[in-house]
């Protein structure tokens, strides 16, 4: 039995994998560890959305190359780097054992049993092993599905599909997950109710294009797309309070999904929606289909139905070609919506991608002027969608003790603002009505409302 370091880079869909990873290696008797200097065994989850998270995985795992411990160390990359780079990781970084790619997170605990035998046992000690496994699995969508439930945990992260097929010209990741493939929504919801059972209170389902689950698989009904009928079909789980999703693509946000959030009562008022850019010349170039235009009478439909709705937002500036021009319109857009928040991100070139071949890449030093101005313009915004919310009752979901002090509690609103509050233990797990008092710009505080 080994000790475990596992670290994880990247989205939310990259935590779920490595829960998954975790919980089976658990099963097969080894132990997890958080602190490196003790591992046995250590597996880097790895992104590929930016240069700079491979960067930093490969950085890691170069150092944790002088861990020495009295046996041999077992070395392993998943996840989107493994998958996109395969093989070669094994020139570039002589110490790793193991390279396992998106559609293989089931088979990390076999190749990690493998090694340790092969390592560790005088009958092989074959320092020179390793497996490379980025190879598509039929149905690795539905792979995914165990969960490793922290004491009184009451969020989780459910995967309905995995992969992507509208092949943004800057985006790596329809290469690194592949194609679209949902998962049924009766698997989906049995999953669901298991996490109820162990007092899980609020989901969150994973998707690349979340809102286009089942597009290939299932059919649309009584004007119900796939997604709407699954969220229906969570609505009825009993003792499930909350329902939140992550991304949507604007392509697809229909009325039927739209007018959802007027009716399915869990359905938290919460929409991270990818705007990319402001500039039609760029979102064309990108092939993200819509127009600023478009995303913005989006905006508004959503506000028509949900008025108190929170909107989050991803925009890339930097994009080949784009001009001031180009990046003043995305000013334009973000102070138009007014975003809750956004995370910018300065356009990086991913091999192989369509956008990487474009002539006109911008110099590092524009990228980093426009998405320090955007970030300015994101933040005050984000301060002032805050603000709204002091004197209001909501209701929050308390999650435990706060990140940043833990003799306080934290939780968060429909909305998904986190709110840090004094409350007493019997409070983690709870959904309570507090009244806001005061923001600090993103983190609200308020008092629980005794009734
Ligand atoms: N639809 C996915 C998007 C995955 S990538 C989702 O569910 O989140 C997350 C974000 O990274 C994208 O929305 C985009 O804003 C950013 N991104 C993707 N590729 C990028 C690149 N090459 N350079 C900079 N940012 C990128
Ligand atoms: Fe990437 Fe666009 Fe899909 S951003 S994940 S190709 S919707």
């Known amino acids: 039995m080994a000790k475990i370091f596992i670290k994880t880079y990247g989205c939310q869909m990259n935590e779920r994998d490595s829960e998954q990873v975790t919980r089976m290696l658990m099963q097969r008797g080894h132990t997890i560890t958080a602190r490196e200097e003790e591992a046995e065994v250590v597996l880097l989850n790895t992104c590929s959305v930016r240069d700079l998270a491979e960067q930093k995985a490969l950085g890691k795992m170069g150092m944790l ?265 995305t000013r334009e857009v973000v102070e138009r919506v007014g975003f809750d928040n956004a995370f910018v991100f300065k356009y990086s070139k991913r091999k192989g991608t369509p956008a990487a071949k474009i002539e006109q890449q911008l110099p590092d030093s524009v990228k980093q002027v426009r998405n320090r101005d955007l970030l300015e313009l994101v933040n005050s915004w984000a301060k002032r969608r805050s603000e709204r919310f002091i004197g209001r009752e909501v209701e929050i979901l308390c999650e435990g003790p706060s990140k940043t002090n833990p003799t306080r509690l934290a939780g968060r609103t429909r909305e998904n603002k986190i709110v840090v509050f004094e409350g007493a233990p019997q409070h983690v797990g709870a959904l309570l009505k507090i009244r806001i008092v005061r923001s600090t710009g993103y983190t609200l505080y308020g008092e629980p409302i005794s009734h």
């Open 65 to 329: 190359r002088t861990l020495s411990r009295d046996r041999p160390i077992v070395y392993g990359f998943l996840g989107c780097m493994a998958q996109s780079r395969g093989s070669t990781l094994l020139d570039e970084v002589p110490h790793l054992d193991l390279v396992v790619g998106t559609q293989k997170f089931h088979r990390v605990a076999d190749y990690v049993d493998e090694a340790i035998e092969r390592k560790w046992t005088a009958r092989f000690n074959d320092a020179r092993y390793s497996v490379v496994d980025v190879e598509e699995e039929e149905n690795s969508q539905s792979t995914i599905r165990d969960h490793v439930l922290g004491g009184r945990q009451v969020t989780a992260f459910v995967s309905i599909m995995q992969g992507c097929n509208m092949h943004c010209t800057f985006c790596i990741v329809p290469y690194t997950r592949g194609h679209e493939r949902s998962r049924p929504i009766p698997e989906i919801v049995g999953e669901v109710k298991t996490l109820v059972d162990k007092g899980v209170k609020e989901v969150t389902l994973l998707g690349q294009i979340v809102n286009l689950y089942g597009r290939h698989e299932f059919a649309t009904v009584k004007g119900k797309s796939p997604f709407v009928q699954l969220l229906e079909a969570l609505q009825e789980v009993a003792g499930l309070e909350r329902i939140r999703f992550t991304s949507p693509h604007p392509i697809g946000f229909r009325t039927d999904l739209i007018e959802s959030f007027g009716r399915l009562t869990k359905l938290a008022e919460h929409i991270h929606l990818p705007l990319q850019s402001g500039s039609n010349r760029i979102l064309k170039a990108m092939h993200r289909t819509y127009t600023a235009e478009k995303f913005i009478s989006l905006v508004e439909r959503i506000r028509s139905v949900t008025p108190n709705v929170a909107i989050t937002t991803d925009i890339i500036v930097g994009y080949p070609g784009e001009t001031e021009e180009d990046y003043a319109r």
